[in-house]
Nanobody, 114 residues
Framework: QVQLVESGGGLVQPGGSLRLSCAAS????????MDWYRQAPGKQRELVAT???????NYEDSVKGRFTISRDNAKNRVYLQMNSLKPEDTAVYYC????????WGQGTQVTVSS
């Protein structure tokens, strides 16, 4: 059974950084694109960043230049480096693959606050 496990969230001050990690167990990892999503309280889940199987990346406009998505196929992991964090980045962050998305993991909470 394939599972997604996100980690690395926490409480950080505005302007700070965090690195999120997503482990995908039990799957052939490298053939899929991987996405990071986030869901803020009272809002719908939104796509934040994508990395294709070939390593091409794409970002939602509000995080361009601040967030960097990367992957390590040998470890079945995808990462999200988040710099210059803002209070509006506060959300639960999730990863998933594409196509053939998996059941959502528990996510990891990111709180940006002074």
């Amino acid at each position: 059974q394939v599972q997604l496990v996100e980690s690395g969230g926490g409480l950080v001050q505005p302007g700070g950084s965090l690195r999120l990690s997503c482990a995908a167990s039990g799957s052939i990892f490298n053939i899929y694109a991987m996405d990071w999503y986030r869901q803020a309280p009272g809002k719908q889940r939104e796509l934040v960043a994508t990395i294709t199987s070939g390593g091409n990346t794409n970002y939602e406009d509000s995080v361009k230049g601040r967030f960097t998505i990367s992957r390590d196929n040998a470890k079945n992991r995808v990462y999200l480096q988040m710099n210059s964090l803002k209070p509006e980045d506060t959300a639960v962050y999730y990863c998933n693959r594409r196509p053939s998305s998996l059941p959502w993991g528990q996510g990891t909470q990111v709180t940006v606050s002074s």
